[in-house]
């Protein structure tokens, strides 16, 4: 503020009344003043003046301290539906709390609430900062009004623009549940997934499989199963044909057990994810509310830095993801593949 006073030729105090559009300026000097704190690329920081307005006594908007949570689902509350994006707002709200913000969310798919006009209804309240809840369908793509917001994207259903991101560390999740499998004495372990599913993690679940393959005997590869929706019938004769000692992926326990395999003596399970509903069974639990968290840590970051707008360089959080022991998985007894042939005949 000194800057843009020297440059001026005024005082500090006329280029604070100007810049908070107080009276005793005069519209020439005020204009003179925007215009010169414009050139030196001079900009108030909200959380700065919400803080000196604390301490003069005088009343602080609460919207300063509110980062907007962005939702893009079906339906206004439809995401609370889903533990995924709900893990990641209880965690970003938890976060929020504890450095003195407050977490809201907006519907971003309501016809009267384009992209656009949410823009304007943030400015208007003075919230500067935004949390985007991952979108229900991969490569999606959001228009606001970027310069007047610090934005962190949640995982990847975003891609474009560039964000900063919070994400599981996805690659080292698929990772951490092959080792753990092999420490049980498991070696043809195979991989289902859903094409969606893949895109959303940026194909880290695929990229990571294949790179494990590509380190293991040929003896003991496995194609995964990648297709755009799985199916009962589909994954059963994969079973059958490919003969897996343990299975990674999203589909139901229930079709693995129609087979009449033994779980987990002859056929292991681990999904990807994890949350209370899914009972006792091993996964990688990927510590989805401490992403959310960490996305709060990114956005808190820009504000106090005062910085809005796309970055020049994004910036990816990852947190690891912690393994998840359950019934699913045992210990192997050296049961051959030749030798569980005849139980894998369907």
């Known amino acids: 503020m000194k800057e843009v006073a020297e440059k001026a030729g005024v005082s500090v105090m006329s280029v604070s009344r100007a810049l908070r559009n107080q009276r005793g300026v005069s519209p020439e000097t005020r204009r003179h003043i925007l215009e010169t704190a414009r050139d030196l690329g001079y900009r108030p920081n909200p959380l700065v003046r919400a803080l000196m307005a604390s301490r003069r006594g ?18 206004p509350r439809h995401w609370r539906d889903y533990p995924t994006p709900l893990a990641f707002y209880e965690g970003a709200k938890e976060r929020a709390e504890r450095l003195g913000f407050r977490l809201q969310d907006f519907w971003l798919n309501d016809e009267k609430m384009p992209g656009l006009r949410l823009s304007q209804v943030l400015w208007a309240r003075g919230i500067r900062g935004a949390i985007l809840c991952p979108h229900p369908h991969p490569n999606s793509s959001i228009e606001l009004r970027w310069e007047h917001l610090a934005v962190v994207a949640l995982g990847y259903s975003f891609p474009k623009p560039e ?3 919070a994400t599981n560390h996805q690659l080292h999740t698929i990772l951490r549940a092959v080792t753990e499998l092999e420490s049980r004495g498991y070696r043809s372990i195979g991989l289902t997934v859903e094409t969606h599913f893949d895109a959303r ?5 695929s990229s990571g499989f294949l790179g494990y393959q590509h380190r293991i005997p040929q003896e003991y590869r496995i194609p995964p199963l990648i297709s755009p929706k799985l199916e009962r019938k589909c994954v059963q004769e994969w079973i059958k044909y490919h003969r897996p000692e343990a299975v990674i992926g ?26 209370s509903s899914m009972g006792d069974i091993a996964a990688v639990d990927q510590n989805l509310e401490a992403v959310g968290g960490a996305a709060t840590d990114l956005v808190v ?36 593949r030749e030798a569980r042939k005849g139980a894998l005949e369907l």
């Open 58 to 75: 005088t009343r602080v908007k609460e919207s300063v301290r509110t980062i907007a949570f962005i939702t893009s689902h079906s339906k």
């Open 163 to 165: 964000f900063h991101r």
């Open 201 to 205: 993690v940026d194909h880290n679940w």
């Open 250 to 275: 999203g589909v139901p326990l229930e079709w693995l057990q129609e087979t009449g395999i033994a779980i987990p003596e002859e056929l292991g399970f681990v999904r990807l994810g994890y949350h």
């Open 301 to 336: 970051e820009q504000l106090h830095r005062n910085e809005t707008g796309l970055p020049k360089i994004p910036k990816v959080v990852m947190v690891e993801g912690r393994w998840q022991d359950g019934w699913t998985v045992g210990h192997r007894l050296g049961l051959g």
